[in-house]
């Protein structure tokens, strides 16, 4: 049996690491609502755990709304709702004897939504769920390896 409690404090997203293996499981969630906050549960999301690398600073991610504005058959401006989408880039160092391993890793990959996570330092993390797009490796010294890993987070 595997017992677990999560602070999550003023956080969105939720990434847990290091359950031990099962194959048949159960998750019992309790939520505490004295902060009088709502609460849900968006995704959960089991599977193996692969690290790729260090993340180096310059993390990033961004929003893209697709709607748009047109104008309808009186000449009125109108808004479209279209989806918001999430792109995040991972600036990755691996170490150059691991880097074929990762190439063929990502391969295996190309079109699965995954869950992404770089830690960003001080208990925090950059999470995307959703498919690589790219994934660009610079070879400019003997010794490490910069991936520049963009995911386009699932609608």
Same mark, same amino acid.
């Given at each position: 049996?595997? *017992?677990? $409690?999560?602070?999550?404090?003023?956080?969105?997203? %939720?990434? @847990?690491?290091? #359950?031990? !293996?099962?194959?048949? +499981?159960t998750? *019992?969630m $309790?939520?505490?609502?004295?902060?009088?906050?709502? %609460?849900? @549960?968006?995704? #959960?999301? !089991?599977?193996?755990? +692969?690290?790729?690398?260090?993340?180096?600073?310059?993390?990033?991610?961004?929003?893209?709304?697709?709607?748009?504005?047109?104008?309808?058959?009186?000449?009125?401006?109108?808004?479209?709702?279209?989806?918001?989408?999430k792109y995040?880039?991972?600036?990755?160092?691996?170490?150059?004897?691991?880097?074929?391993?990762?190439?063929?890793?990502?391969?295996t990959?190309?079109?699965?939504?995954?869950?992404?996570?770089?830690?960003?330092?001080?208990?925090?993390?950059?999470v995307?769920?959703?498919?690589?797009?790219?994934?660009?490796?610079?070879y400019?010294?003997?010794?490490?390896?910069?991936?520049?890993?963009?995911?386009?987070?699932?609608?």
């Amino acid at each position: 049996m595997f *017992n677990q $409690t999560y602070q999550t404090g003023d956080t969105d997203e %939720l990434s @847990v690491n290091g #359950i031990p !293996p099962m194959t048949d +499981y159960t998750i *019992n969630m $309790t939520f505490n609502k004295s902060a009088g906050a709502d %609460l849900e @549960v968006g995704s #959960i999301v !089991p599977g193996k755990l +692969y690290e790729l690398g260090t993340l180096q600073t310059g993390a990033s991610s961004d929003v893209i709304d697709y709607s748009k504005s047109e104008y309808d058959e009186f000449g009125e401006l109108v808004y479209v709702q279209r989806p918001i989408v999430k792109y995040s880039t991972y600036p990755i160092v691996i170490e150059r004897q691991y880097s074929i391993q990762v190439s063929r890793l990502l391969n295996t990959l190309r079109g699965i939504p995954c869950v992404w996570i770089g830690n960003l330092g001080s208990g925090q993390e950059l999470v995307t769920y959703g498919a690589y797009e790219r994934s660009p490796m610079t070879y400019n010294n003997p010794s490490i390896v910069e991936l520049q890993l963009k995911v386009r987070g699932v609608i």
